[in-house]
């Protein structure tokens, strides 16, 4: 049974670089055709799609957070990591890893991929990161 488990720092003053991890347990992040994700829910806000990181080593971000995202992966320890730049307060939000047996491209948007939890297979529990001096 495929894991997923997210871990960070809890709270990151503005301006600060965040970087979570998320530690995959119970099948390789190389299995083809797995692609693994970060996603992102703000109060009161719909989940947010934020990028993704392939069994290749292919990454995908979202056009909106493209400028301040990038996600690596280290397959000696079956882990990838979310890092994110500049935030500020608006980078409020429970963040979650997933994984998807395939790529969950929205159809004809701008390469965002969907923020539907069924397109997932396999979620972490989140991690609620707080942006704040």
């Avoid at 301006?15 to 009161?44: A, K």
């Avoid at 500049?86 to 047996?101: I, L, M």
């Avoid at 929205?106 to 396999?122: A, I, K, L, M, Q």
């Amino acid at each position: 049974q495929v894991q997923l488990q997210e871990s960070g720092p809890g709270l990151v003053k503005p301006s600060q670089t965040l970087s979570l991890t998320c530690t995959v347990s119970g099948g390789s992040i190389r299995t083809g055709y797995y692609y693994w994700s970060w996603l992102r829910q703000s109060s009161g806000k719909e989940l947010e799609w934020m990028g993704a990181i392939g069994y290749g080593g292919s990454t995908y971000y979202s056009p909106s957070l493209k400028s301040r995202t990038s996600i690596s992966r280290d397959t000696s320890k079956n882990q990838f990591t979310l890092h994110l730049t500049s935030v500020t307060p608006e980078d409020t939000a429970e963040y979650y890893c997933a994984g998807s047996d395939g790529v969950t491209v929205v159809p004809g948007g701008d390469g965002t991929w969907s923020n539907r939890p069924e397109e997932y297979r396999y979620w972490g529990q989140g991690i609620q990161v707080t942006v704040s001096s």
